[in-house]
């Protein structure tokens, strides 16, 4: 089995190093508040003090962690990893941060490291499970070698080239978004109209709208609104001058919410509207 080196112990990359623990894979791990490794350890883990303490003696680094941001501050800021990397390492970006962003990453690590691009639709039940979508994208032979690593964390789909699994990830994410913000819109108009939200769910998922609905109304899914306005705004960074006024709309309800650390289904709570009198007829 391989050893891994996983940088980022949040609530994604524990289940990931779980999985990968009870695989059989050797993983040491690092996060920035090195608390959050204890569970991983106690699994089985190795808990290391810097990024590149942790993948000094890795097969393969995987990194999942908030933002590009923090990305790079793991791989290239104080006891970075990039550093440490020795050639033939393959470093499997796992994060949301978007095509641009992972285009400069590769062009500053160490030569000989081969970088794959494979962030994930799923929760970290799902990744618990070994029932991820793995969105891979990089040279072929690269993917190749990692292929066994990710195939223990769910399904495998192969996006093409450096940047593509990234890519597609953002396409997910905006259809995402939108649509559970669709949903908030509608049960907003249920409250509006006297429809009870029990009702207007059963009848939307039925309709185009029944996966929003799924999971906005999940209880197994953890996706801060904080990062869906992350990937919201990466998208839009995307588009550029491109109209996009329903996800333009979602990102401006995404940043207004009052909860940020909250999962995205949160987003059906905004703006109820009060109901005065339900049988008026509507002009």
Known sequence: M???????AGTM???????????GHRLTVWNR???????????????????AEAVRDADVVITMLTDATAVRESLFGADAAARALRPGTHLVE??????????????????GVRLVDAPVAGSAAAAEAGRLVVLAGGAEAAVDRVAPVLAALGTVRRCGGPGRGA?????LNTALVTAVASVADALAVADAVGVDRRTACEALAGGPL????ARATTTEAAFAVALAAKDARLALDALGDVPAPVLRAAASVLAA????????????????????NPDKEQP
């Open 94 to 111: 796992m994060s949301t941060i978007g095509p641009y962003a992972l285009r400069e990453l590769a062009g500053q690590l160490p030569p």
């Open 33 to 51: 508040t090195l608390g959050r490794t204890r569970p991983l350890v106690e699994a089985g883990a190795r808990a290391a003090a810097n990024p």
């Open 2 to 8: 391989e050893a891994i080196a996983l940088l980022g």
């Open 13 to 23: 990359g524990s289940a990931l190093g779980r999985r990968l623990l009870a695989t």
């Open 210 to 213: 029944g996966g929003a609905v």
């Open 167 to 171: 890519a597609l990830k953002l396409v």
């Open 257 to 276: 919410a009052p909860r940020p650390d909250a999962d995205l289904a949160t987003l059906i709570d905004v703006h109820p509207v009060a109901v005065t």
